[in-house]
């Protein structure tokens, strides 16, 4: 009995196919985590710009309440306090960083929000070649 035709060759098509299949989808995964960890980045520089941010008070803006003392923030002392710790922090890694707010909102905590500009490590026609990515940290000072 002979075959019905030659199966000679049909596996190069598969294995080029799921090579194609695996490359796009290891560029993929790589520029996920690249933009995870970058977000991550910029958050803990946020979250520490909200905290020095938080504590911009002076012991005249310390109110005695039934619940303790409570510190008054103003939004020019934030945004004061934020500028300066972001000239010292270090922000070399963040391309086209910028503060976007600073302020207080209710008075008692400090909202800071940073953006910056993303690029992926390696560009294709999957991956955008970068876009800005933005995060926002808020931060309260409690006496207890």
Known sequence: MRPLRSDEGSTLP?????????L???LMVVAATSLYLERKRLFVVA??????????????????????????????DV???????LA????????SLSLDRAATLDGRS???TLSAFWHPPVVSLL??????IEVTAVARSVFS
């Open 47 to 76: 979250d520490g710009a909200a905290l020095v941010g938080a504590e911009a008070f002076g012991l005249d803006d310390v109110t005695i309440t039934p619940n303790g003392p409570r510190p008054t923030l103003e939004s020019a």
């Open 127 to 132: 991956v955008p070649q970068g876009f800005r």
């Open 110 to 112: 400090a909202t800071v």
């Open 14 to 22: 598969l294995i080029i196919f799921y090579g194609f299949l695996s």
């Open 24 to 26: 796009v989808l290891i």
């Open 79 to 85: 945004a004061t306090a934020v500028s300066g710790y």
């Open 88 to 95: 010292h922090a270090q922000t070399a890694g963040f391309e």
